[in-house]
């Protein structure tokens, strides 16, 4: 736990010294929530929950993810000020009739969440079964990327193109942090949807778009991009978007088609690219600056004339085995 001066612990005592500021704290902690939501929760009008929720967002304890005409708050994940209230709220007793009230009209608004996703899902359900009949089943593909991956921690994971947030709940057990980032509304909703069913607080979803992604340099140790390239013109520019958001010695994992002919894809489900060479991906991850580890080929043993290869490309980011033996090289003339 970090440490505090007396006027810092003071101004977040401040921030969240007030009963509604506190209830929406403990909300905020349990996911991403709109002020609508906020608002039919604690039975407060809009104007109140707002200017507690600026507050809040001055002392820097909550994030605040714009979404079209929605906003969406959150209790920040990292830094000593939101540490010290998540230390605060295990003191809060889950007796507290206020607090149940809250826990169960949260419950109530992540269930008409859920259900909402699950309509628009229902609704695409058939163009993504004939995808899926036309390739080896994602148990299999998912086998083989955790297989790639392994089993050692990291700090943090970016999933491109995240959709349903599948890759989120594949991989909880690798990462101490996650976000999935997706450029389609509906698809964030089934993912939000998918997360509250897990109960998996450490991934958060987020608008965006994958050729230019609203996150900082060097912030993510293993980026995932499934199943997406082949929608872009210019998949290349994804994977040097995705380059440049991996830590030095970070890792790319890219599941995709090898090429094929299935033109009709293109009309029925909006392929720009009909799957990648295994030199025209590894160009482009040469040329973002990563090296090739591994391409493994999994081919479908259904109909060959209208069946898919899936391709799954692992590499990484080479500059801390550069600094690595740079220092080793130092030490020995030394």
Same mark, same amino acid.
Not at 284 to 295: C, I
């Given at each position: 736990m970090a440490k505090f001066g007396l006027e810092t612990l003071v101004d977040v005592l401040k921030a969240v010294g007030e009963p509604t500021r506190l209830r929406l704290i403990a909300l905020l902690a349990a996911g991403d929530l709109t002020v609508s939501d906020l608002t039919d929760i604690l039975g407060q009008s809009q104007p109140r929950i707002s200017r507690h929720l600026k507050l809040l967002g001055e002392a820097g304890l909550i994030d605040r993810y714009q979404e079209g005409a929605w906003a969406y708050f @959150?209790?920040?994940?990292? %830094? %000593? $000020?939101a540490g010290l209230v998540r230390e605060l709220l295990k003191h809060a007793s889950e007796d507290d009739s206020a607090l149940r009230r809250d826990a169960a009209r949260l419950a109530a608004v992540k269930e008409a969440r859920a259900e909402k996703a699950q309509a628009y899902f229902a609704r695409h359900a058939g163009e993504w079964d004939e995808m899926r009949r036309l390739?080896?089943?994602?148990?299999?593909?998912?086998a083989c990327l955790v297989k790639l991956i392994g089993t050692k921690r990291v700090e943090s994971v970016l999933d491109l193109g995240t959709g349903t947030g599948r890759m989120l709940l594949l991989l909880k057990d690798v990462y101490r942090r996650a976000v999935g980032v997706d450029a389609s509304r509906d698809m964030l909703s089934v993912a939000r949807a998918n997360l509250d069913a897990a109960g998996l607080t450490r991934a958060v979803v987020r608008f965006g778009d994958i050729l230019n992604l609203p996150l900082e340099n060097e912030d993510f140790d293993l980026v995932i991009v499934h199943q997406v390239l082949h929608f872009l013109e210019n998949p290349e520019v994804a994977i040097r978007e995705a380059a440049r958001v991996m830590r030095p010695g970070g890792r790319l994992a890219v599941i995709?088609? $090898?090429? !094929?002919?299935?033109?009709?894809?293109?009309?029925? !489900? =909006? !392929?720009? @690219?009909?799957?990648f060479? !295994?030199? $025209?991906?590894?160009?482009?991850? @040469? $040329? =973002?600056?990563?090296?090739?580890?591994?391409?493994?080929?999994l081919p479908f043993a259904g109909d060959a004339k209208r069946s898919l290869t899936v391709t799954v490309w692992l590499a990484h980011d080479p500059?801390?085995?550069m600094a690595a033996a740079d220092e080793n090289t130092f030490s020995r003339s030394v």
């Open positions: @959150r209790l920040k994940e990292e %830094g %000593g $000020a390739h080896i089943s994602e148990a299999e593909v998912e995709d088609f $090898a090429p !094929h002919d299935l033109e009709h894809l293109r009309a029925e !489900h =909006a !392929h720009l @690219r009909l799957g060479s !295994h030199q $025209a991906m590894s160009d482009w991850m @040469r $040329a =973002a600056g990563l090296e090739v580890d591994q391409v493994v080929d500059r801390v085995l």
